[in-house]
């Protein structure tokens, strides 16, 4: 009967350890989530500034008009942010489920996060561009600069002609949506142009400062989206993180319910041997 106990009590230790780690796991995932929150703020801050830059060049040109661009046709980069590491339930899963009316169309896949190769290997789907997904707000534009790098150069040479983002970002109710948005062919009709008040001081031909600035912004969009992403996926490991505690706790009550009963019936086993005269045998 001892054995038993003993075996019991140190699986109760052992569920004890785990629920540490999980609240610790749980505590991590929301100190990110609420830190990336609050960096996606100045992000949009940024590329308002840029999109009011932009309003401004467009007042430049002769013919405003002459910026529009259509759908385009040609070959697709979608850039899919997925995570990085795990215990983040079906976070994955939905941002690849929400990209597959573009993936499947020819297209060029751009993945950052370790775990979005995994998914994406499981659904036979070819990776042309991979990254790390950041482990921390303070690498957001490190991981924008090389998505950028890796969708312009081949947008220059006409490889690709259409570029859209499929993301994760925190919703209500502390859920979760999947946004797929365009980034390329840029719509330049989201910015009026400016009321002339004068020409500006420039140093580069309005169509060549034009295409610097929406470059700019694309960054920048690219940028909140990784931003957003990372929230997303941790308040995801929050809840996993949540629901991992409470079976835990289910568990941790099991166990000490069984160590009551079995530590009741040892004591009851050494009455009765009492009792009778008799010595406890182990």
Do not use: C
Request: charged share 25%; proline share 5%; net charge negative.
């Amino acid at each position: 009967m001892s054995g038993r106990l003993a075996d019991v009590e140190a699986r109760i230790g052992t569920v004890h350890k785990l629920a540490s780690v999980i609240s610790a796991m749980r505590g991590i995932a929301a100190a990110r989530a609420q830190e990336a929150r609050e960096h996606v703020d100045s992000i949009r801050l940024f590329a308002g500034t840029i999109g009011e830059a932009i309003g401004e060049a467009l007042a430049l040109l002769p013919d405003p008009a002459d910026t529009a661009h259509g759908a385009g046709e040609g070959r697709h980069a979608v850039i899919l942010l997925a995570a990085e590491q795990g215990f983040a339930g079906t976070y994955n899963e939905q941002v690849f489920d929400a990209a597959a009316p573009l993936l499947a169309t020819p297209h060029r896949l751009f993945v950052a996060g370790g775990r979005g190769l995994l998914v994406a290997a499981e659904r036979d789907l070819p990776v042309d561009w991979s990254a790390a997904m950041i482990a921390h707000p303070a690498q957001a534009a490190g991981l924008a600069t090389r998505l950028a790098d890796a969708i312009f150069e081949p947008l220059a040479e006409a490889r690709i002609t259409r570029v859209s983002v499929v993301h994760a970002a925190p919703g209500e109710a502390g859920g979760m949506e999947v946004v797929s948005k365009r980034l390329v062919p840029f719509d330049f009709s989201r910015f009026p142009p400016a009321l002339r008040r004068g020409a500006p001081g420039i140093t580069l031909p309005p169509e060549r400062l034009l295409a610097r600035l929406a470059e700019e912004y694309v960054f920048a969009e690219l940028a909140e989206a990784v931003m957003l992403a990372f929230s997303a996926e941790n308040a995801a490991r929050m809840r996993a993180m949540i629901a991992a505690h409470d079976n835990v706790m289910e568990s941790l009550d099991t166990l000490v319910a069984a160590s009551r009963r079995l530590r009741q019936e040892e004591i009851t086993d050494e009455i009765v041997e009492l009792a009778t005269g008799r010595q406890p045998v182990r």
